[in-house]
């Protein structure tokens, strides 16, 4: 409950926000996050899940990897939760500047948001990999590098806010977690279920369900 008070306060005392998260964000729509005990990365599946959502599993290997990735990925009727249209509505009253996302499941737009830097890419998009060659879904897989243009913007959104409140991600997958260390703002705000490697440099720090705790600040 104090804590609950101490994220309103500061809430209540920034303008421009960021938000930056993972897959934990998405629990609460019922998609599973990676590292968790029920997560991904402890699915009992035919090939390791970490193996197969690489670039050279996807090249020598794509059908094994759309059957995981159709399955376990692309969650298509999965709805935004509280933590989502909380952070939607944030943004509609101009107070927070950006939304920066690990996930790939796109509820974040669902549930209103309009900036969104999606450093892993979509489920929502697919492309071409040449003229008439096999369709990749717009994810970034392990081997393969971040989008240029996203990164840049996610960088300047992070060290251009007053608040940082980083929330559901184990912050263990690089570079994605360096990028909070741009932060040189006013409060550094830690939600997550377990501990994570930053919570000695947050200034508050919540041990609970994304959701839950920001349905109860008042905007
Ligand atoms: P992880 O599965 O590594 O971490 C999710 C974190 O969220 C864990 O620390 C959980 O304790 C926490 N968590 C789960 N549900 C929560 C909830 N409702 N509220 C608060 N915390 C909760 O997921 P990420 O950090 O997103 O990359 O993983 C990063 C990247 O690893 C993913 O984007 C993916 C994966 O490999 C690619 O696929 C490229």
Do not use: W
Not at 63 to 74: A, H, P, Q, T, V
């Amino acid at each position: 409950m104090e804590n609950i008070e101490k994220l309103q306060e500061i809430i209540d005392n920034s303008n421009n926000i960021v938000f930056f998260g993972g897959a934990g964000v998405s629990t609460e729509s019922g998609i599973p996050d990676f590292r968790s005990v029920d997560g991904l990365y402890n699915l009992k599946y035919k090939y390791p899940p970490e193996q197969i959502i690489s670039h050279t599993f996807f090249q020598y290997k794509p059908e094994e990897f759309y059957k995981f990735y159709k399955d376990k990925m692309m969650c298509l009727d999965a709805k935004p939760n509280k933590a989502h249209t909380f952070l939607a509505k944030l943004e509609e009253k101009g107070k927070l500047s950006a939304v920066v996302t690990q996930n790939i499941d796109g509820l974040h737009q669902a549930g209103g948001s309009h900036t969104v830097y999606e450093l892993h890419g979509s489920i929502h998009r697919n492309y071409c990999t040449k003229c008439g060659g096999i369709i990749k879904p717009d994810v970034v897989l392990y081997e393969e590098g971040l989008d240029d243009e996203t990164v840049t913007n996610a960088i300047n959104a992070i060290s251009n806010c007053d608040t940082l409140i980083i929330a559901g991600t184990s912050l263990v997958v690089y570079p994605a977690a360096s990028f909070i260390r741009y932060f040189k703002g006013n409060h550094l705000v830690l939600i997550n279920l377990s501990e994570t490697s930053a919570d000695k440099m947050a200034d508050l720090v919540i041990h609970g369900k994304v959701g839950e705790v920001l349905s109860q600040i008042k905007i």
